[in-house]
Nanobody, 128 residues
Framework: QVQLVESGGGMVQAGGSQRLSCAAS????????MGWFRQAPGEEREFVAA????????YYADSVKGRFTISRDGAKNTVYLQMNSLKPEDTAVYYC?????????????????????WGQGTQVTVSS
């Protein structure tokens, strides 16, 4: 079991930036990749970004490509999501997640059911 704690959410104006952090603890030695998902009210949870633990390869949803950057600090077992040029439609609860599926480290995983452990979520609100 991996425990995940997100931080860094809050309110920001459109066009602004925000950085989310996700600290992992527990059974982190089996982690193959970590991802960020988000869920807006009345919407399904959607993939945002992921990073491979094996080679730091990154994957992004088309809606955030060029604006968001996922990175990690292996020594701290922490993943970051730098969000720039934020838009009101980025408003959502953001969740980080880990997966032990080996194929996720080489090919990327974009479905929530491919991830094993989840954080509690952090609210990001972008005002226009």
């Amino acid at each position: 079991q991996v425990q995940l704690v997100e931080s860094g959410g809050g309110m920001v104006q459109a066009g602004g930036s925000q950085r989310l952090s996700c600290a992992a603890s527990g059974r982190t030695f089996s982690t193959q990749a970590m991802g960020w998902f988000r869920q807006a009210p009345g919407e399904e949870r959607e993939f945002v970004a992921a990073i491979s633990w094996r080679d730091d390869r990154t994957y992004y949803a088309d809606s955030v490509k060029g604006r968001f950057t996922i990175s990690r600090d292996g020594a701290k077992n922490t993943v970051y999501l730098q969000m720039n040029s934020l838009k009101p439609e980025d408003t959502a609860v953001y969740y980080c997640a880990t997966t032990e599926y080996e194929h996720c480290s080489g090919y990327g995983c974009f479905r929530s059911n491919e991830y094993d452990s989840w954080g509690q979520g952090t609210q990001v609100t972008v005002s226009s």
